[in-house]
């Protein structure tokens, strides 16, 4: 089915703190859900509407997330690259966050968004949860189902060899791929890349 998500997410700006509640920002193109097979969950969108994953190559988050494909060896120039690949990009909150944390209580009332945008794709194979606010936002959307994270507690470096699953899809537990940080912590840049590298071969093997 091809849909716009911005038709069908919206948020009732309540129960939430710390954002900037007027850049409200999902994604704005068609997609065609049955074809996209992982989504990458990000943390917030970018304080600028310019700078967002589906705005502009030239925006700062796209910049940076095309780098991480790249560095993973895969060819990509534009976010419709990506999508055509199977991938769709997404965050965990909505709108742009005011200072450097998101509260707690602000990811638990967008997980609400962000479990209704995950059910839009029925043949989802990886989740790819690109930091500490993406996976906790997972976490909630999970244990409220089953009582249990999805991804136990403890740095990213060390847990994300293991191999975790929701119903049978990949949960890779990876780190942020934008804002300036990516350029400089060269050690996260190397796992994004292997994080990349794996949910593509997932994605491979079960063509």
């Known amino acids: 089915m091809i849909i ?30 049955e074809k996209i097979k992982a989504i990458m969950i990000a943390e917030v969108p970018p304080e600028n509407p310019y700078d967002y994953f589906y705005a502009n190559t030239d925006g700062s988050y796209m910049k940076t997330t095309l780098q991480a494909f790249r560095d993973a060896g895969a060819e990509v120039d534009t976010i419709l690259d990506i999508l055509n690949m199977g991938i769709y990009i997404t965050t965990a909150v909505k709108c742009a966050k005011v200072g450097y944390g998101i509260p707690t209580a602000t990811v638990k009332y967008c997980k609400d968004i ?23 936002a997972m976490n909630y959307i999970v244990k409220e189902e089953t009582k249990k994270s999805v991804i136990p507690s403890g740095s990213t470096y060390k847990i994300r060899y293991n191999n975790y699953y ?42």
């Not at 716009?4 to 193109?29: A, T």
């Not at 209704?116 to 606010?133: A, I, S, T």
């Not at 990876?174 to 590298?197: C, P």
């Open 114 to 136: 962000l479990a209704e945008e995950l059910k839009m794709f029925p043949n989802l194979q990886v989740y790819m949860l690109m930091g500490d606010v993406a996976i906790k």
């Open 4 to 33: 716009k998500p911005s038709n069908y997410l919206q948020c009732k700006k309540e129960g939430c703190s710390d954002i900037l509640r007027d850049n409200f920002m999902v994604p704005d193109l068609e997609v065609d859900t």
């Open 166 to 207: 929701y119903h049978g899809k990949r949960v890779i537990p990876s780190y942020l791929m934008t804002g300036g940080n990516y350029l400089i912590e060269k050690s996260k840049r190397v796992m994004i890349a292997q994080d990349i590298r794996e949910m593509l071969g997932i994605m491979n093997d079960r063509k």
